[in-house]
């Protein structure tokens, strides 16, 4: 007989991409579902993993991370956002962007504070909120193009705002934020004790020319932020589970006493190859245009398709819309076509509180050309 437990998350139930994934594994279907690559990582990379653990670096290191990676991330923050980070008290380094925002999440949030969140939101923002005892107060993105309503923003802001979530490039819907979104962002907060988390785990998977809009180019935001980051979908190895936050010293100093209790520190060989791999700028310089061509690839093989495509503009994903050849619920298609088409993909619902339902699937496009082939070939029988 078990005590009975009262649950912290009574309305959660288990991850959409876990319950899609499962559903590919059973069905034998191509899983454009769950977000990770299907190519390998670079070689040069797991070498230096290889090199590191031959070299005896396998015990514990700093609690905040590597001392080098975090010098080699505080230079690289200095030539991409021309911010001036200090790498001994403003970085920490994570099991992962997802522990980052939880970790920053829990270092600001008291019982009954609200923290504004734009939906469709990446589905762990809400319940880590919700397990604090504060209050998600969600804003829907305008369909389709996903935009922020500022107006609206605006309007919900009270006294109890405690955050802002932000997440660009966004997922599930690959909108990107503009500079004049970050002007709007820093004219609301302005003279307000409203603090910011910024997920930029998808900083480098930023098409059609644009520019990667970080909070780390704005010093007046960025004094009020914690600014995550993930290793995992910049060097494409999702199951590394590392990741990195950038704060203020008061702020970090703060999230370090949540960190150093929960995981304390994070894996030291993957650390040591990660500062070595810094200094190869190309790798991730280049990694906008190398998913751009799997995002092109894809929309044109969608294109022979019903789909309608609401254009992405970074991160792994593309949502399309099939209200033109369905009114069933998304999460009703979305198991339909794992079971009959053979395609896993992501009911864009599962990211709003409310279950809205726009009729939209998100895509991973994040996967070899002969993956995305076999996948949409499945749809061609729609
Ligand atoms: N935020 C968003 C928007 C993501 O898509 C992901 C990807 N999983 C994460 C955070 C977390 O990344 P990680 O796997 O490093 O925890
Ligand atoms: N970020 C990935 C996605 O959006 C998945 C992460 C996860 O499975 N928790 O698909």
Redesign the pocket.
């Known amino acids: 007989m078990h005590p009975s437990i009262s649950s912290k998350l009574p309305h959660v139930g288990t991850?959409i991409?876990?319950v899609m994934?499962q559903l590919a594994v059973q069905y034998q279907a191509v899983n454009l579902?769950?977000?990770?690559p299907d190519f390998p990582m670079s070689d040069e990379l797991r070498e230096l993993v290889y090199k590191a653990m031959l070299d005896n670096q396998n015990q514990y290191t700093h609690m905040a991370g590597l001392p080098l990676l975090r010098e080699k991330l505080a230079n690289k923050a200095k030539q991409l956002y021309q911010a001036t980070i200090n790498p001994e008290t403003e970085i920490t380094v994570t099991p992962g962007g997802?522990y980052a925002i939880y970790t920053a999440l829990t270092t600001i949030l008291q019982p009954g504070d609200e923290v504004i969140v734009f939906e469709p939101a990446?589905?762990?923002y809400i319940p880590n909120i919700e397990v604090n005892g504060a209050k998600a107060i969600t804003i829907s993105l305008q369909y389709p193009n996903y935009s922020i309503p500022w107006d609206e923003v605006k309007q919900k802001i009270n006294p109890r705002t405690k955050l802002i979530m932000i997440n660009s490039p966004h997922?599930?819907t690959g909108a990107v934020l503009s500079t004049e979104d970050m002007q709007a962002l820093s004219e609301i907060v302005a003279n307000t004790n409203i603090f910011i988390v910024s997920d930029e785990?998808y900083e480098h998977l930023i098409f059609d020319e644009l520019a990667h809009e970080s909070i780390l180019r704005y010093p007046d935001l960025w004094q009020r932020s914690f600014v995550c980051f993930s290793f995992g979908?910049t060097y494409h190895c999702?199951g590394w589970k590392l990741g990195y936050c950038i704060a203020p010293e008061v702020l970090m100093k703060e999230f370090r006493k949540i960190h150093q209790f929960n995981s304390f520190t994070c894996d030291t060989p993957k650390q040591v190859a990660l500062a070595n791999y810094l200094d190869n700028t190309e790798a991730y310089i280049g990694l906008g245009k190398f998913i751009q061509q799997k995002r092109d690839y894809f929309r044109t093989l969608m294109q022979g398709t019903p789909f309608t495509c609401i254009p992405s503009h970074g991160s792994?994903?593309e949502c399309y819309s099939y209200a033109g050849f369905s009114q069933e619920a998304d999460k009703d298609l979305a198991i339909r076509l794992t079971k009959e088409y053979g395609i896993a993909t992501?009911p864009v619902s599962a990211f709003y509180q409310s279950g809205e339902d726009n009729k939209v699937l998100?895509f991973?496009f994040a996967k070899k050309e002969e993956t995305l082939e076999k996948a949409v070939k499945g749809l061609s029988a729609l």
């Open positions: 991850t991409f876990t994934s579902g769950q977000g990770f997802t990446y589905d762990s997922n599930p785990v979908k999702t792994y994903f992501i998100r991973c």
